[in-house]
């Protein structure tokens, strides 16, 4: 989704500049078109149209004195900067990082020193202003090698504050305060990423458990719901209070205290033989808690918790641990299943 600017020569909406002959134009006003787009980028709506063209915007009416600012060509961190900066005169450098936000694009790699080399070079900034700095969100700290930015670019690499808000008070003495440094991931925070992670998972899962409804019983789609809500929701709520460091044994604990209930279920049912009993409390044991935490693993890229190094490592490690706990509950499952259709139990 474009932006509301406009280029300065030209009069299209939907603005690329590289197609345009000058630096294209940008304000600091919300509308509430960019509303909706937020609310709707939250709910992941046309997940991957939540985005602008990237390249170079003046903010206000800056001359070759004014600062530069880098920022993701997510609409919501384009639009959080540019409305921090009102009354400001400003250069906002849009990285291409395929609509992800800063913060995730910087653990992905996508926000990085390369892109960020990049887009200097291919937008002319160094033409264009007549200081060598580029104020870089805190957040996108991960992703760029500030010494690598200078010696490639000639560009110095400042590192803003954590909050867009915070930038006039920044600007205005020229450095970030240590509470401005501080990054804190409250609940509030972890909350309003649940919305994406949930809709992105709530379709199959509704097919898997009407389909589980007819094949193994209502209780077996309850399991279905339960693991869903639980790794998409209950997961990044309890991020905090869950022990272990690693996000897929942070899942495995929260699938197996969620998958406890489903197998005491299964495992007093008066009417089944006991080797049935005991396989029938083994299926949610080992299915549930490998699905949460394969689902808390979408939530790595967003948090203080995790590093780029640390997840590839625990995504290595765990992956398989996962794949062969599900596998072997979907085997232990369908053999049930076959019994029960043969009238075996």
Known sequence: ?????????????????KSCSEVAQTDSTITYANRIDHVLARWGYKRSEHRISPGLYKLGNPNADSPGFASANYTLSFDILRSSLKRHDAYILVLDTKGINVWCAAGKGTFGTDELIHQIEATG?????????IVVPQLGAPGVSA???QRRSGFRVEYGPVRAKDLPEYLKTGKATPEMRRVEFSTYDRLVLTPVELVQTILPGLIAAVALWFLAGPLAAV????????????????LPIIPTKDFSTKGLILGLVAAIPFAASYASVPTLPYWTQIAGALVPLLIIPPVVSYLGLNFTGSTTYTSRTGVKKEIFKYVPVMVTLSALGIIIGVALGVFRIMGMI
């Open 223 to 238: 399991a279905v719901i339960t693991t869903i809500v639980t790794g998409t929701i209950l997961f990044p709520v309890l």
């Open 1 to 17: 989704m474009s932006s509301d600017c406009s280029c300065s020569s030209c009069s299209c909406q939907s603005v690329d500049s």
């Open 125 to 133: 900034l160094a033409n264009i202003v007549s200081h060598r700095k």
């Open 147 to 149: 010494p690598e930015v």
